[in-house]
């Protein structure tokens, strides 16, 4: 099964707008690690934001936001104000377990934003 | 503080080849974790080491190999070449508790 869900294969957004990317997950463990990179053409994996499973508060970084709804298996990424740099992949992934650092990746979504 | 570095960034190999890879960690983080990149498969995890131990291994044949040295440094290995190997190799780099994980730029490698 599927770790990971991205449904959103590519996305279209206005400058200035906000976009949100979906990502459902699936674990049993009760600790585990939420992720959300930004891939470029480049190729680097830019890390944008994390949230844990027990962390009270979503996270935000900047215009990052993450709405986590644990109970739905939901964590999706909020970006407000978007800007022309923002075009890119976007990619889910998540840890499980305390000590165990392999990430499970999501398809991804691309999103393209238009002047 | 520098970030995740890897080495070469580019490489083209023959079938049949081998081809060593290298990550350095950022400073302090004594976890790294490789990572393959193909169109067709996504992003799949190779292993990890933390501390010269090899922690956890993905899904993938014993063509593929790695190791940790002293200074958190890291090497993977993938031997006798096929053209599926071709790839973008991502190397990352974890902190102490776990909550970041660092991206290097990658090694995009084509095998003709």
């Known amino acids: 099964a599927q770790k990971i869900t991205q449904t959103q294969p590519g996305m279209f957004v206005q400058e200035k707008e906000a976009v949100t990317l979906d990502c459902t997950y699936d674990?049993?463990?009760?600790?585990?690690?939420l992720f959300w990179y930004k891939q470029p053409s480049s190729g680097e994996m830019i890390f944008l934001i994390y949230?844990?499973?027990?962390?009270?508060q979503n996270a935000t970084e900047g215009r990052y936001s993450l709405n986590f709804q644990k109970a739905r298996k939901s964590a999706n990424l909020v970006i407000s104000a978007s800007q022309l740099g923002d075009s890119a992949m976007y990619f889910c992934?998540?840890?499980?377990?305390?000590?165990?650092?392999?990430?499970?990746f999501g398809a991804g979504t691309t999103v393209t934003v238009r002047a | 503080k520098a970030g995740v570095t890897q080495t070469p960034r580019y490489l083209i190999k023959t079938r049949g080849q081998q081809v060593t890879l290298s990550c350095s960690p950022i400073?302090?983080?004594?976890?790294v974790s490789w990572y393959q990149q193909t169109p067709g498969q996504g992003l799949q995890f190779l292993f990890e080491?933390?501390?010269?131990?090899?922690?956890n291994k993905g899904n993938f044949p014993g063509r593929f190999s790695g190791r940790q040295f002293s200074n958190s440094r890291s090497e993977m290995n993938v031997s006798t070449l096929e053209l599926g190997d071709s790839a973008l190799y991502l190397c990352?780099?974890?902190?102490?508790?776990?909550?970041?994980?660092?991206f290097g730029p990658g090694t995009r490698l084509t095998v003709l």
């Open positions: 949230q844990g499973s027990y962390d009270q």
């Open positions: 992934a998540m840890r499980e377990g305390p000590h165990d650092y392999k990430l499970s």
């Open positions: 674990t049993s463990d009760p600790s585990y690690g």
């Open positions: 990352a780099s974890t902190s102490r508790q776990g909550s970041e994980q660092f």
């Open positions: 400073s302090g983080h004594r976890s």
């Open positions: 080491y933390f501390s010269e131990t090899q922690r």
